[in-house]
């Protein structure tokens, strides 16, 4: 299934902005934390960075953690962008003391012509690109968008923890359903997301990618539990009986079970790629 056929529809990401953080047990934050040190150029105070559908602006506090700013002159100027309105205001808010440094506006990734040429030093996609359903159009924004030595950041899934937990409580179910999709799972596999970046005009010489990974446990998994019998369960189980629907806690929990057996928690793993225009 293509990118774009399994993408949820925009009032997932609006209930999923009130609570991002603890619904998504901070895997994605996690995940670029483990990137945010290889960045090269290093991000510093002098920085112009773009925090690409950047939902609550995760990335962004990553940043300010890791340069820890005592003054205004020590923050980045950053612009936090999402198209989905309920995103940028959680944003607005997570940053409100420091609107003179950092903004949130609504844009598309694929049509950021309200962004002059070669703006940022720095674009970072944080787990967003598989959502596109242009992604190599969003690409060749971002390096139009970038300096001539601006750097690209990339993250994606190779492993989401949240598909395969609910694969699970779904086959406990419904084993005779197919696989919930997962949206832009092509994503997933080893140089799809390297070669749309090369595709889009950056330097495949200057390129490195990297996988991570995240086990999510302890207080984590009560938020993601939430998250999985809230709005993402609601695509699970279209059409199914109520007494299949009053199961559905249960497998959850099961399949949450299964999953800290084998790994001590939920495994996310990401591919990155660092890349330079």
């Known amino acids: 299934m293509a990118a774009a056929d399994a993408i949820p529809p925009a009032q997932y990401f609006t209930s999923l902005s009130r609570n991002y953080s603890r619904q998504t047990g901070n895997s994605t934050r996690a995940l670029f934390a483990s990137i945010a040190g290889r960045i090269t150029p290093a991000i510093t105070p002098s920085s112009v960075i773009h925090d690409n559908a950047g939902g609550v602006g995760t990335a962004t506090s990553v940043i300010l953690d890791n340069l820890a700013p005592t003054s205004p002159d020590d923050i980045p100027e950053v612009l936090i962008t999402d198209n989905n309105p309920a995103m940028i205001a959680a944003a607005s808010e997570n940053f409100m003391e420091m609107n003179s440094r950092i903004t ?84 997933m596999n080893p140089g799809v997301l390297a070669e749309l970046v090369i595709k889009a005009g950056f330097s495949e010489a200057e390129m490195h990618v990297y996988q991570d990974n995240t086990v999510r446990k302890d207080e984590d998994l009560e938020g993601m539990r939430e998250f999985m019998l809230a709005d993402f369960s609601r695509v699970v189980m279209k059409d199914w009986t109520e007494g299949e629907r009053a199961r559905w806690p249960a497998a959850v929990d099961e399949a949450i079970r299964r999953e800290v057996e084998q790994y001590g928690g939920i495994l996310f793993e990401s591919w990155a790629v660092i890349a330079h225009k």
Do not use: M, Y
């Open 104 to 187: 949130a506006a609504e844009a598309d990734s694929q049509d950021l012509s309200s962004i002059d040429d070669a703006k940022f030093t720095h674009s970072i996609v944080n787990f967003s690109v598989f959502l596109f359903p242009n992604a190599l159009q969003a690409l060749r924004e971002i390096h139009r968008t970038l300096q001539a030595d601006g750097v690209a950041v990339l993250l994606t899934w190779k492993r989401f923890g949240f598909g395969s937990t609910i694969h699970v409580a779904q086959s406990l179910v419904r084993p005779d359903l197919p696989p919930i999709p997962i949206p832009g799972s092509q994503f």
